[in-house]
Structure formats: structure tokens, C-alpha cells
């Protein structure tokens, strides 16, 4: 069992910038695939980005790819979703999300390959 706790979130104005952090915990912690998603209001969960963890592979939605980061800290079992020039549209609760082993490029951006969720962290950006 692996719990996941994200952090990070909070109000920002267009063009700003937040990092949120996904520190894991429990069982086996170390070797899991992390992927961020987000659901915004009225919509589905969508796939944001994702760190394969055997050879650190990132992937990244198309709206994100150039504004969004991610990057882990293996010593201290986190991963973190550095996210730039941030726009209204990027407005959502965002979830990490932890897999063991490493799914294929494209199974990695799917909501249901994941096994463990964290509870979200609100994103609002809104001058």
C-alpha cells in the first residue's frame, strides 16, 4: 500500500508560478511511475504529466508540454510538478498518482492504470 499527499496548491495570477509536491509513503514507495492529472469543474480527470520510474521518462500533455516540469527526488520519495506560466484554464484540482513498474508511454496517461491517489490540492489561477 502506498499513500500519496500533495501539496502545493493554492491562488496565483496569470503568468505565475507554483511547484506542487506528491511525497509518498509506505510499502515499496521508491518504485513507482508518478503521474499528476487535474479536474476542473463539470469535467472529466485529465492526464497533466508523468515520470516513468525505471530511466525517469517524462511525458506531458500537449497543454502543458514548455510550462509544466516534472522531476522527482528519489531520496526523499517526492515528486514535484513545477508549473509556469500559469492561465485561467489550468484551474482544477490536481491529483498525484502512483503505479508499480512502469507502464508504456501510452498506458501512463490513462487515469485507470493508476492504483493509489492522493486526496488533491485546489489550483486556481485568477487575477
Known amino acids: 500500500q502506498v499513500q500519496l499527499v500533495e501539496s502545493g496548491g493554492g491562488l496565483v495570477q496569470p503568468g505565475g508560478s507554483l511547484r506542487l509536491s506528491c511525497a509518498a509513503s509506505?510499502?515499496?514507495?521508491?518504485?513507482?511511475?508518478v503521474g499528476w492529472f487535474r479536474q476542473a469543474p463539470g469535467k472529466e480527470r485529465e492526464f497533466v504529466a508523468a515520470?516513468?520510474?525505471?530511466?525517469?521518462?517524462?511525458y506531458y500533455a500537449d497543454s502543458v508540454r514548455g510550462r509544466f516540469t516534472v522531476s522527482r527526488d528519489n531520496g526523499a520519495n517526492t515528486v514535484y510538478l513545477q508549473m509556469n506560466r500559469l492561465k485561467p484554464e489550468d484551474t482544477a484540482i490536481y491529483y498525484c498518482?502512483?503505479?508499480?513498474?512502469?507502464?508504456?508511454?501510452?498506458?501512463?496517461?490513462?487515469?485507470?492504470?493508476?492504483?493509489?491517489w492522493g486526496q488533491g490540492t485546489q489550483v486556481t489561477v485568477s487575477s
Open positions: 509506505g510499502r515499496g514507495a521508491s518504485g513507482y511511475s
Open positions: 515520470r516513468k520510474w525505471s530511466g525517469g521518462n517524462t
Open positions: 498518482a502512483a503505479v508499480g513498474g512502469t507502464p508504456t508511454s501510452l498506458y501512463i496517461r490513462f487515469v485507470s492504470t493508476y492504483e493509489f
